[in-house]
């Protein structure tokens, strides 16, 4: 037993090490900045599927302490409410084998929780302030030659839809640990669940009245994010609707991903959302079948 315990603890070391090593390579060279913050996750992950969740709880705190005192204070907070506590609860999830499904939305929720409490420390304990974000986009609408009015209206939207945009940024992150998680976590030889491919996504009807909801308050702050957060649901069932199509054309995978990404790119949202809303009533892929 405390040969087993020991070689935990040697473990979690060499992974918090590997944590930090991460950490310091997204601070000092911003290029991997955005890979880095994806990608922290992982090894808190794989040693508390490999060890258990104590030692996945002591290689974050360990990782703390060590980023705290090579970076600064914040960098700590960063580790424990920001890819440490992401990545001690899906180490949990994973060590539990719960279903593919219960993994990605246990992804999502603690996601925008850390989100939430990144943002409290900076606004509450750092004395963060968004307005020089909103001067320097200000600067960019100038740039683009748009007048003052419509620069107002804007910033004023961006404001309003903040929580919706919080929201589904946390929901990507949570999903992005996931699929880098999984598959990492099979390639070491696990056998956990994969997930249903993106041509099967489909999500509950009852998700429609959500959508409706939002157009009827749309006139109101909590109706337009309402509307943004679910209009994001059904915009990637629309792309699920689009990747079916292709596969079943037989269009090379290559391409596929190509065409996928135009179509995140390209302002069509609206259209995806909306074949995807239809879709979950009429079924056009025939998954009930």
Known sequence: MASLETKGLVEGALFSAITVLLALIGSYLPLFGIVMILVLPLPIIVVGVRQGTKIGILTTILSAILLGMLINFLMSLMVLFGFGLIGVVLGAAFEEEFSSTKIIMIAIIVSTI??????????????????????????????????????????????????????????????????????????????????????????????????????????????????????????????????????????????????????????????LSFLGILDTWFDYRKLDD
């Open 114 to 271: 850390s989100t939430l409490l990144i943002l409290g420390v900076n606004f509450y304990l750092l004395d963060f302030s968004i307005e020089p974000i909103i001067n320097t986009v200000l600067q960019q609408y100038k740039s683009l030659g748009i007048d003052q009015a419509t620069q107002q209206e804007l910033i004023d939207m961006f404001v309003t839809i903040a929580p919706a945009l919080i929201l589904t940024a946390s929901a990507i992150n949570g999903l992005v640990n996931y699929y880098i998680a999984i598959n990492a976590l099979n390639r070491l030889g696990y056998e956990y669940e994969e997930p249903p491919p993106l041509v099967e996504w489909r999500f509950p009807k009852y998700l429609t009245v959500g959508f409706i909801l939002g157009i009827l308050l749309i006139n109101t702050n909590i109706g337009k994010n309402i509307y943004m957060v679910f209009n994001f649901i059904f915009f990637i069932q629309g792309l699920a609707i689009a990747a079916y199509y292709l596969k079943r054309f037989n269009i090379s995978n290559t391409l596929q991903k190509i065409i996928l990404a135009i179509l995140v790119i390209l302002p069509v949202n609206q259209i």
